[in-house]
């Protein structure tokens, strides 16, 4: 069973790593049309060509949710 401390590792772990590579990283979990309008929306928002951005994970999780992070540069922020 996972703590609140793990989140809070994992969290604190994730922001060392966004300002290592100089990445922002935003995780999503959704259902899946959800999910997809949300990814659509951000790689509008944010191309590619101009931010580097991908979907740089995604699992289906159980009743046909999705889990996504998205990266970018911060760039646009």
Same mark, same amino acid.
């Given at each position: &069973?996972?703590?609140?401390?793990?989140?809070?590792?994992? &969290?604190?772990? *994730?922001?060392?790593?966004?300002?290592?590579?100089? #990445?922002? *990283?935003?995780?999503?979990?959704?259902?899946? $049309?959800?999910?997809?309008?949300?990814?659509?929306?951000?790689?509008?928002? #944010?191309?590619?060509?101009? #931010? &580097?951005? $991908?979907? $740089?994970?995604?699992?289906?999780?159980?009743?046909?949710?999705? $889990?996504?992070?998205?990266?970018?540069?911060?760039?646009?922020?």
């Amino acid at each position: &069973m996972r703590q609140p401390r793990d989140l809070a590792a994992r &969290m604190a772990a *994730r922001r060392r790593e966004t300002l290592k590579d100089g #990445y922002k *990283r935003v995780t999503f979990t959704l259902p899946r $049309e959800k999910a997809r309008a949300k990814a659509r929306e951000l790689m509008r928002r #944010y191309p590619r060509a101009a #931010y &580097m951005t $991908e979907i $740089e994970s995604w699992s289906v999780l159980p009743d046909d949710v999705i $889990e996504f992070t998205v990266r970018r540069l911060p760039s646009a922020d």
